[in-house]
């Protein structure tokens, strides 16, 4: 049996080392396979009005409401660029430690399909707006280790129209919203050896994108779509010496994830069996966790890609390149290191709120004055709780900065309860206008601040549940959660469950 190692550390550690070959030992070095990774993205630009017409890019309107000339590909209509597209791309590449190209250009890449109304697509295949650049992947980013994912080229495109199925039988019924919106492809190069760090870079390229204001990148809504290009060689080969499968249309995390890890396993298995892997281009059928054939090498189209003839070269000058590096603002890993040092927060907490577009700021006026580590963890925990529960954004809630803070105050000079502080949160983000010390006074909320309202109750409480006091008594200790809720249910939220355990436990230990 050959073995090969993936690293040197590890053939010295494993040659002192007696191992069978279920040795974990082993199973971490041994690698007979080794995978290569590159990832295409299709990030739907922020801007107001289309790449090359001066309708609306808000594709989730009433269908075929936001359609021009251009975008119908009607005889005679002629191409406009919109300048805020060359300026959202030029944000990304710069963001993403790219150059700026000072003179880029269209292509038409034909096919026909019935979302595509022009017959061909513009793109930018040949000279694109955007090429270098890199990712760093790091313990900020869940991995153990660093990962540098270079960018091969961000360019300008325009996107399809939506199709819809299903409506009436043997129809497909299109909404033309969405032809003509500003798209940007990144392409990156195959650095990527497995799905954790494809997910991880998608998922840093989201945080980007998204803190400097160029996408929203939402999968869900097909904001940000995901092509891959894997392939699988032996451990000893050129890593670019496999045959590269492409995997088309993957619209979330979880599914990046299951498609490479099929993937791979599917072609390591053919090779491992003496056959040879097929250029292909393939889905994934997340049911069956499998990819599936969509399209072999045979039947690809030909894109005849051709210079576009209806615009000119966009030529770019230096002077606009930095002025458009002078406004983006500070970049996450920038911010990283300094909220971490600035506040003393852990990275993972400032890394969750990163990644919700305007939580920063949100923070860093909620913490003004106040506990920074209490602030963060009242977002991570309970704003982002109720954000993922109402499937919303902060951008989107009805919350304000003074009203967070204002509950946050009442609770830190103990005029409401934390259960009755949660109860704010939530009447804030249901669109409550009113203050904290507003709602605190119409609820009729305060602190059950007299000891001795809270002994008696204690008492009563034992009277009524001896079992349960003697079952604490006994050792069960978790009998105590029964005794807090009782009183907790009892006071409507107006004991403090420290204040409450701290008593119970006066009585059932006989502290007192």
């Not at 080229?153 to 969405?178: C, F, M, W």
């Not at 998204?210 to 050129?238: A, I």
């Not at 059928?285 to 051709?306: I, Q």
């Amino acid at each position: 049996m050959r073995i090969l190692w993936s690293v040197r550390e590890g053939a010295r550690h494993c040659a002192s080392y007696k191992f069978t070959l279920n040795s974990p030992l082993l199973k971490r070095y041994y690698k007979p396979w080794g995978a290569t990774i590159g990832l295409e993205l299709h990030v739907q630009l922020a801007a107001a009005q289309k790449l090359f017409s001066a309708a609306s890019a808000k594709w989730d309107d009433p269908p075929n409401t936001n359609v021009d000339f251009v975008d119908a590909g009607l005889p005679g209509s002629m191409p406009r660029l919109n300048p805020e597209c060359v300026s959202l791309a030029a944000r990304a590449i710069l963001c993403l430690n790219g150059q700026v190209q000072p003179r880029s250009s269209f292509d038409r890449k034909h096919y026909f399909y019935s979302d595509q109304p022009l017959g061909y697509q513009i793109t930018q295949q040949r000279n694109p707006i955007g090429r270098g650049g890199f990712i760093e992947l790091g313990l900020a980013d869940g991995l153990d280790y660093t990962k540098r994912v270079r960018i091969h080229q961000l360019q300008l495109e325009q996107d399809t129209a939506k199709s819809i199925h299903g409506v009436y039988p043997g129809h497909i019924l299109t909404d033309l919203n969405r032809a003509g919106i500003a798209l940007v492809e990144v392409v990156s190069e195959p650095d990527m050896e497995t799905a954790t760090e494809a997910v991880h870079f998608v998922r840093k390229m989201q945080s980007l994108l998204r803190h400097t204001g160029v996408s929203s990148c939402n999968m869900e809504d097909g904001s940000l779509r995901c092509d891959v290009n894997v392939s699988v060689h032996r451990g000893s080969e050129d890593r670019l010496s496999g045959t590269r499968c492409e995997l088309k249309n993957l619209n979330s995390l979880k599914t990046i994830r299951g498609a490479i890890e099929a993937e791979i396993s599917r072609q390591a298995e053919l090779l491992s069996t003496g056959q040879h892997v097929k250029q292909e281009t393939r889905g994934y059928d997340a049911h069956s966790g499998k990819t599936v054939l969509t399209r072999s090498k045979e039947a690809a189209p030909d894109y005849r890609y051709m210079p576009e003839p209806d615009l000119p070269a966009l030529h770019i000058s230096e002077d606009w390149i930095e002025q458009i590096r002078g406004s983006l603002p500070e970049l996450p890993e920038a911010t990283l290191s300094r909220m971490t040092r600035q506040y003393g927060l852990l990275p993972e907490d400032v890394a969750t709120m990163l990644g919700e577009p305007g939580c920063i700021t949100f923070f860093e006026r909620a913490a003004k004055g106040r506990d920074p580590k209490r602030v963060a963890a009242w977002i991570t925990s309970e704003i982002f709780g109720q954000l993922s529960y109402r499937a919303q954004r902060l951008s989107d809630s009805t919350l304000t900065v003074q009203q967070f803070t204002g509950l946050l105050d009442a609770l830190a000079n103990n005029s409401v309860t934390s259960t009755q502080a949660k109860t704010l949160l939530i009447e804030f983000m249901d669109g409550d206008k009113r203050t904290a010390e507003e709602l605190i006074q119409a609820h009729g909320w305060r602190v059950m601040s007299d000891p001795r309202q809270l002994q008696n109750l204690v008492t009563r409480l034992l009277s009524e549940h001896p079992r349960e006091a003697a079952e604490y008594k006994a050792g069960h200790k978790r009998r105590l959660n029964f005794f807090v809720a009782k009183i907790m249910a009892a006071t409507q939220g107006q004991a403090r469950p420290q204040d409450a355990s701290r008593v119970l436990k006066e009585y059932l230990e006989d502290k007192r």
